[in-house]
């Protein structure tokens, strides 16, 4: 039987492509049912306050900074979306005395524009976001050297390069409209992907590499950073890839509701709780990971009804 049609972009795959069967399961789920989704190798945690959400991803990285010695340096990945814990981060470094010389940090992705990385001083940098929210804010006796914080360019060789030899702990991340990690947006409806979306085989094999993004993405972007201006937000990214992620030991999502909304969280929660991997939905691959957390800010997750404003 063939593949639905996009409802948001004809052009690409995405989860509105999916059996009905899955996204009616989906829309039912309960918080209670969503924890019962874990299963080894998938954990569902859930916060009751912000507080405690973003402090909890906060010590993540002071977890992952701990473990790194001269001789087995280690370090996390981690998102702009959400971007709450970064000075959390800073502050409780701080406050420890931390000292972060073995410590690296891997940022996720970076918009592309004009056949390079956009520069640190474009107002949607994501390198210039985690320097100015985090790394800025560290005491410089303490803070990691330049060379062990890798922010993905358009030549993406030497950030590639970076991930061998160093643990990286955890992989942070958000969830978006279109149901990415990083920027693994799922594929345009062209070529050999004409009639089905790749294999979950296909897609983990991709490594950190220029994407081009879902239109639900660029909307998204220009909702949560840029004050809606859609023309002001790139349409291509660099993106830390599958292949990255998989050498992470643990990735590790948070949700509070601002980067999707309660049917998105659902489904993926679903998805990778039963081992439904499918690439129109990105974020399902994670069912082949050894080691995935979801984290949610419980009164995110909400009810899918019918609610009229």
């Given at each position: 039987m063939a593949r639905k049609i996009s409802m948001l972009a004809p052009e690409w795959w995405d989860y509105t492509t999916l059996d009905d069967e899955i996204l009616n399961d989906a829309a039912k789920l309960t918080a209670e049912d969503m924890a019962g989704l874990s299963r080894e190798g998938f954990k569902v945690v859930f916060y009751d306050t912000l507080e405690d959400f973003y402090l909890a991803e906060a010590l993540e990285y002071i977890t992952a900074w701990k473990q790194a010695t001269a001789d087995n340096p280690a370090g996390i990945c981690g998102p702009i979306g959400p971007t709450e814990q970064l000075p959390l981060a800073a502050r409780l470094v701080n406050e420890l005395k931390l000292d972060l010389r073995n410590a690296h940090f891997w940022g996720m992705d970076e918009w592309y524009m004009d056949g390079r990385e956009v520069p640190v001083s474009h107002p949607l940098s994501f390198a210039k976001a985690d320097m100015e929210l985090c790394f800025n804010r560290i005491d410089e006796k303490l803070r990691m050297p330049e060379s062990n914080i890798h922010f993905p360019k358009a030549d993406a060789s030497e950030y590639i390069k970076s991930w061998d030899g160093v643990r990286c702990v955890v992989m942070q991340g958000g969830q978006g409209d279109i149901k990415h990690w990083a920027f693994n947006d799922p594929a345009k409806r062209q070529g050999d992907y004409k009639d089905l979306?790749?294999?979950?085989?296909e897609y983990c094999k991709l490594t950190t590499r220029v994407v081009d993004l879902h239109p639900v993405t660029v909307m998204q972007n220009a909702r949560t950073?840029?004050?809606?201006?859609?023309?002001?937000?790139?349409?291509?990214?660099?993106?830390?890839?599958?292949?990255?992620?998989?050498?992470?030991?643990?990735?590790?999502?948070?949700?509070?509701?601002?980067?999707?909304?309660?049917?998105?969280?659902?489904?993926?929660?679903?998805?990778?709780?039963k081992k439904i991997?499918?690439?129109?939905?990105?974020?399902?691959?994670?069912?082949?990971?050894?080691?995935?957390?979801?984290?949610?800010?419980?009164?995110?997750?909400?009810?899918?009804?019918?609610?009229?404003?």
């Open positions: 979306p790749p294999t979950p085989d950073s840029g004050g809606g201006v859609v023309t002001g937000v790139p349409t291509r990214a660099i993106t830390v890839g599958p292949i990255q992620t998989w050498q992470a030991e643990k990735v590790s999502i948070w949700q509070a509701g601002t980067h999707d909304n309660p049917f998105g969280m659902k489904l993926t929660t679903l998805m990778i709780g991997a499918d690439s129109s939905v990105p974020m399902s691959l994670l069912a082949g990971h050894p080691n995935v957390q979801f984290n949610f800010y419980r009164p995110a997750i909400g009810k899918c009804e019918a609610e009229m404003h």
